[in-house]
Antibody, heavy 124, light 107 residues
């Protein structure tokens, strides 16, 4: 059974930092690209960051609103994906989802597994 | 960036209705186009990938089509469990982008 379990969401003050984790099981984590997607309560989905598999160079891309503030990383032996959030703004308040992106080589270009989400609240 | 314009943003329907949701992309993307369903309080679920391929376990009342920049999702004979939000997504180039979503409500 595939599972993606996020943790780390919390209440944090503007300007603060937080690290989200996502532990994965049920598929070969090292062979897939991974992404983070967020959803502001009551709003739509926003892709934030993607990290390719090491086979594909581990290349990282970010959405413009978070580039320079958020850092995606992965620890393949631990089957864990991370998102370091820094310089947080009230507009970053959202549910953050860990998502299985495509397989190495770009195969299966869709998000077929999602975590349950972790809530980040940025407020003074 | 590829912009995804989804319509309508919401619609009211009854069980048994046929509904269609459309999504227009700002540029072509081959078959790198997907649809997701999201129910309140839950994570999105992949519904259809690669324009028209139903994900495993998705009922056949769901179908999708399209090419170039115009894509559609159709639900024939809407069921109670289909009242949810639906999002289109392009997976052609980063930033991966989603449509604004369509919320299907009970009429």
């Amino acid at each position: 059974e595939v599972q993606l379990v996020e943790s780390g969401g919390d209440l944090v003050k503007p300007g603060g930092s937080l690290r989200l984790s996502c532990v994965v099981s049920g598929f070969d984590f090292s062979d897939v690209w991974m992404s983070w997607v967020r959803q502001i309560p009551g709003k739509g989905l926003e892709w934030l960051a993607r990290i390719k598999s090491k086979t594909d160079g581990g290349t990282i891309d970010y959405a413009a609103p978070v580039r320079g503030r958020f850092t995606i990383s992965r620890d393949d032996p631990k089957n864990t994906l991370y998102l370091q959030l820094s310089s947080l703004e009230t507009e970053d308040t959202a549910v953050y989802y860990c998502v299985k992106d495509r397989k190495s080589g770009g195969r299966d270009p869709f998000f077929d597994y999602w975590g349950q989400g972790t809530l980040v609240t940025v407020s003074s | 960036d590829i912009q995804m314009t989804q319509s309508p943003s919401s619609l009211s329907a009854s069980v048994g209705d046929k509904i269609t949701i459309t999504c227009r992309a700002s540029q072509t993307m081959s078959t790198y186009f997907n649809w997701y369903q999201q129910k309140p309080g839950k994570a999105p679920k992949l519904l259809i990938h690669s324009v028209s391929t139903l994900q495993s376990g998705v009922p056949s009342r769901f179908s999708a089509s399209g090419s170039g920049t115009d894509f559609t999702l159709t639900i024939t004979s809407l069921q109670p469990e289909d009242f949810a939000s639906y999002y289109c997504q392009q997976a052609y180039s980063t930033p991966w982008t989603f449509g604004q979503g369509t919320n299907i409500e009970v009429k």
